[in-house]
């Protein structure tokens, strides 16, 4: 499984970037589909995720309101809408897939999107 995200770049505090993320690979197996963010000089932090069968979605309180997770099962790809984007929201942003509901561990990561904010 290859996961390829894209979308992100330079934006101004109040306006709103759509990332994707096109996973190569049988989509069956898919459990369910993540986003993440590295800011730069911390940790990793989880953003959102979505259920690949049943779209059901969950975000971080940081991004609630502001940022919506969807997928398009026909195109294998998860897309992350962010609205309302805050210089804190100034991060790598990554996108991985879950083949199991048996672990919290995400199987396969994307090599990651940069998308800064400006003030």
């Known amino acids: 499984v290859q996961l390829q995200a894209s979308g992100g770049g330079l934006v101004q505090a109040g306006g709103s970037l759509r990332l994707s993320c096109e996973a190569s690979?049988?989509?069956?197996?898919?459990?369910?589909m993540g986003w993440f963010r590295r800011p730069p000089g911390k940790e990793r932090e989880f953003v959102g995720a979505?259920?690949?069968?049943?779209?059901?979605?969950w975000y971080a309180d940081s991004v609630k309101g502001r940022f919506a997770i969807s997928r398009d099962i026909a195109k294998n790809t998860v897309y992350l809408q962010m609205n309302n984007l805050k210089p804190e929201d100034t991060a790598v942003y990554y996108c991985?897939?879950?083949?199991?509901?048996?672990?919290?561990?995400?199987?396969?990561w994307g090599q990651g999107t940069l998308v800064t904010v400006s003030s």
């Open positions: 979505i259920t690949w069968s049943g779209g059901m979605t």
């Open positions: 991985a897939e879950k083949t199991s509901s048996a672990t919290a561990l995400y199987d396969y």
């Open positions: 690979g049988d989509s069956s197996s898919k459990y369910n």
